[in-house]
T-cell receptor, first 112, second 116 residues
Framework: DVKVTQSSRYLVKRTGEKVFLECVQD?????MFWYRQDPGLGLRLIYF???????EKGDIPEGYSVSREKKERFSLILESASTNQTSMYLC???????????FGDGTRLSIL | AQKITQTQPGMFVQEKEAVTLDCTYD???????LFWYKQPSSGEMIFLIY??????QNATEGRYSLNFQKARKSANLVISASQLGDSAMYFC?????????????FGTGTRLTIIP
């Protein structure tokens, strides 16, 4: 079974802090994705990556950056956290564009 | 641009009844894929079923089937013989098939509650 692991289920940070959310997959998947989920808005794509050191902006990249130094790891970075970034963050991976994405359990991030 | 519309924010269904969750989509891509995911209260997204735009038959996976009507641009999820464990959020999603358009676009979801 595919395993996508997010480093924290719950995280509380303060406004202005630099926040790292880590995601690791164990199936050698090429593609990795970061989404945020807010009530009434569904899931919105922040960034995605097709390969190591490659990244593409999604629909809502402002205020975020990503890093993919190794194939199995995709990190989401909040450069200076703000209260409107309080949300559920979901990481996903897929072997290619024709296969379903597999999701981690999510990180519920609160910015105070 | 791709768009997914789920018009049912919430549904209540009696246990053992069949359920249809609506999904309509809009895209200019000639080739695309449609997915349904389930999200229980615990938060994880669980892949349920996939339909390719050129598939001749409607997809089925156990109690799940996808009623794909290409001309109407609809991809409704049908759950037969509903169970209490089916209570969850359900998301419809679409993905383009061309390079650079592989991202998933999600609908806003339907919260399904199964009543004993």
């Amino acid at each position: 079974d595919v395993k996508v692991t997010q480093s924290s289920r719950y995280l509380v940070k303060r406004t202005g802090e630099k926040v790292f959310l880590e995601c690791v997959q164990d199936m050698d998947h090429e593609n990795m994705f970061w989404y945020r989920q807010d009530p009434g808005l569904g899931l919105r794509l922040i960034y995605f990556s097709y390969d190591v050191k490659m990244k593409e902006k999604g629909d809502i990249p402002e205020g975020y950056s990503v890093s993919r130094e190794k194939k199995e790891r995709f990190s989401l970075i909040l450069e200076s956290a703000s209260t409107n970034q309080t949300s559920m963050y979901l990481c996903a991976s897929s072997p290619d564009s024709h296969q379903p994405q597999h999701f981690g359990d999510g990180t519920r991030l609160s910015i105070l | 641009a791709q768009k997914i519309t789920q018009t049912q924010p919430g549904m209540f269904v009696q246990e053992k009844e069949a359920v249809t969750l609506d999904c309509t989509y809009d895209t200019s891509d000639p080739s695309y894929g449609l997915f349904w995911y389930k999200q229980p209260s615990s938060g994880e997204m669980i892949f349920l079923i996939y339909q390719g735009s050129y598939d001749q038959q409607n997809a089925t996976e156990g109690r799940y089937s996808l009623n794909f009507q290409k001309a109407r641009k609809s991809a409704n999820l049908v759950i037969s013989a509903s169970q209490l464990g089916d209570s969850a959020m359900y998301f419809c999603a679409m993905r383009g098939a061309n390079f650079g358009n592989e991202k998933l676009t999600f609908g806003t979801g339907t919260r399904l509650t199964i009543i004993p």
